[in-house]
């Protein structure tokens, strides 16, 4: 999980001298709010802890609505998260996903911005689906994968993953191969990836709506894709959804060597509900924040350049 020390000095040294910088020369002095810089702050922490913690590895992305226009999202171009900085940030309208400019570098913009995630459409089409949700994952955790290939869904098996749920069939599974024609014909690629708005549009769809499922966690063939009311809001659930995942997969394992046999029933309903409202509470997610934060600051791979610490 932590990096190889000898790896340090290269990456270093590419983030320095940066290839971006080769593209777009030197950075000129950022314009981004003190509202919009903060939220990058914790977006460049949440893209690290995310893969320190194994939740992504070279794929997989965190963005987050722009605190000073809900009708925008920033993500990083397409790299891996564990390299992200301020010069990989982009801004993005929620209309069709399109790049607008870099988000610390707005002189930066249309075909000069480097390429995108083919499947910021997730990021788009739950932002425009679901008009409160602050911060979205998708990720490809191998724990969580195999739910939604076998078709189990997920549901809560400790207090800190509360936000997964407790409906009767687990989270819902989204499934292209389920989908219509109309959605996604025969002359599109059929790579699970959703690399347009009709398919994200189809993703965000799946999500259950109401009290029981407020965080509205999804797992798929593809991996899952998380929402949240913060970043550190979203991190903490992708984290604790995939720990959930582990302690589900071995209780059923376990459950079947019990007398009579017996599938892991799970949290109730109730206590998934009040134990996400108490483990997602400011206090509580600022202290796995700060030993998170605390964890990558001294892993040498990861550089946030923003941070108050740099």
Not at 123 to 151: M, R
Not at 185 to 204: F, K, M, S, W, Y
């Amino acid at each position: 999980m932590k990096p190889t020390p000898s790896v340090v000095p290269f990456v270093r040294s590419v983030l320095a001298l940066g290839a971006l910088q080769v593209v777009l020369g030197q950075t000129p002095p950022s314009t981004a709010s003190a509202a919009v810089t903060s939220a990058a702050v914790d977006l460049l922490d949440g893209n690290h802890i995310l893969h320190f913690l194994d939740v992504v590895d070279a794929f997989g992305h965190l963005s987050v609505r722009n605190p000073d226009n809900s009708s925008q999202f920033i993500m990083s171009f397409a790299i891996a998260p564990a390299l992200t900085t301020s010069q990989t940030l982009v801004t993005y309208d929620i209309n069709n996903a399109t790049a607008l400019h870099l988000t610390f570098n707005p002189s930066v913009t249309g075909s000069s911005i480097p390429s995108s995630f083919l499947e910021r459409f997730i990021h788009s089409q739950i932002y425009a689906a679901f008009p409160n949700v602050t911060s979205v994952v998708h990720a490809h955790t191998t724990e969580v994968l195999p739910f939604g290939a076998a078709g189990v869904g997920l549901k809560a098996q400790m207090g800190t993953a509360g936000s997964v749920g407790a409906l009767p069939n687990g989270s819902p599974i989204f499934d292209v191969d389920r989908l219509s024609k109309t959605v996604l014909p025969d002359t599109q690629p059929h790579d699970l990836l959703i690399r347009n708005e009709v398919l994200g549009d189809a993703l965000a769809r799946t999500f259950e709506p109401g009290s029981q499922m407020r965080s509205r966690i999804l797992s798929y063939c593809h991996g899952m894709a998380v929402q949240g009311t913060s970043i550190r809001d979203v991190v903490f659930r992708s984290f604790y959804t995939k720990q959930s995942a582990v302690v589900q997969a071995q209780a059923v394992l376990l459950g079947r060597l019990a007398p009579m046999g017996q599938e892991p029933l799970g949290l109730s309903v109730r206590e998934a509900m009040d134990a996400e409202n108490t483990n997602e509470s400011e206090s509580l997610l600022d202290r796995a924040w700060s030993l998170w934060v605390a964890q990558v600051g001294n892993a040498g791979l990861y550089h946030n350049d923003l941070s108050p610490s740099n």
